[in-house]
């Protein structure tokens, strides 16, 4: 009998950042393609980008008022009173929608859901999505039944080694060829695609470098073109980067987000981007060379772990963020350069990740979790 019989609807913990939801939406996609019968609930943060996220992908959803733990006395103060009514609100829903398991995703949101959910006798899966496993997880890890990983993980209580990949969305798998999906994003299909991404939220210093670096490489540009995906910021700013790749004679399609990232990685010869373990994901499954730029703010740098992997295969390569635009050409406008203008460099990189195995993670995660919970 599958968990949770009798109960029909999965609930999914996690929310503030495109690294935590993306993974869920990909395992829910799988469920309802197992049993489609199933219903499935996402208990999220309350930041634009995760109404954003799942009211694109039609999943339902119920903010919850959860914040990051802190020591500020002012912040600590918002971040029991949010763990209380989290708790408030996770019992609510449990009991409205006949929530059968919990399955947590890690941030901040998940740790005061699963506390509510096992206090009142509901199973809970985590499901680790990163190299380096966050407070919560580590925290949520000690009250869960099943304890999971996508990746290699490091210090994960509970956990027994085994890793069951990275969850992919469907629509973060290329459509098509290259020509396909550039035409369906309006630009050439035959150009060669430069894809700058920061992820959900986008990268501020990606965004400052990239101009900077089209200016000064106007003719390493002539023949490419490229998909800068920005996040979500004023339209005056996406239009101010707009009219310095025109000025620089650069053809770029500067875009806040784009839900279906597929195009974007279909579309692309080469990437630029953050080096979440959602994006790292995504750039493997579709075979795209990247040069990866880890969040330069985590005191640990754990992004660089998330790429490790890759970069030691020669699939991609990694920079570090010196933030400032003139710093960061020294190395990562360096590599970039490179990338752009050795072809087989590029072809050895696909190559490289052409070897590597490619499986649905997000089926093998679903099947797992309509098994009973031992």
Known sequence: M???AGRRTVAFAGGGSGGHLSPGLAIAERLLELEPGRSTLFLCSDRPVDALMLGEAGARFEPMPARPPSWHPRRALRFLRGWFATG????????????????????FVSAPVVRRARAMGVPVTLINLDVTPGRANRSVARWAQ??????????????????????????????G?????????????TRHTLLVTGASQGATSLNRFMPHFAEAMPELLKGWQVLHLAGTLPEALLQSWRDRYAAAGVRAL???FLHRMGLAWGAADVALSRAGANSVAEAEINRVPCLFVPYPHHRDLHQRENARALVEAGAAAIALDAVIPSDNMAVMGRLLESLLSDGPARDRMHAALAARPR???AMEIARRLLAPVG
Do not use: K
């Open 2 to 4: 599958s968990a949770g």
């Open 88 to 107: 408030s609100a996770t019992r609510t829903a449990i009991r409205r929608l006949d929530v059968g398991q919990v399955i947590s995703l890690g941030g």
């Open 146 to 175: 099943r304890v999971w990983s996508a990746v290699p993980a490091r210090g994960l209580p509970g956990w027994d080694g085994h890793v069951l990949g990275f969850p992919v969305r469907r629509s973060a798998i290329a459509p």
């Open 177 to 189: 060829d290259a020509a396909q999906c550039r035409v369906q994003l309006g630009l050439e299909p």
């Open 254 to 256: 500067v875009l806040p």
């Open 359 to 361: 499986v649905d993670a």
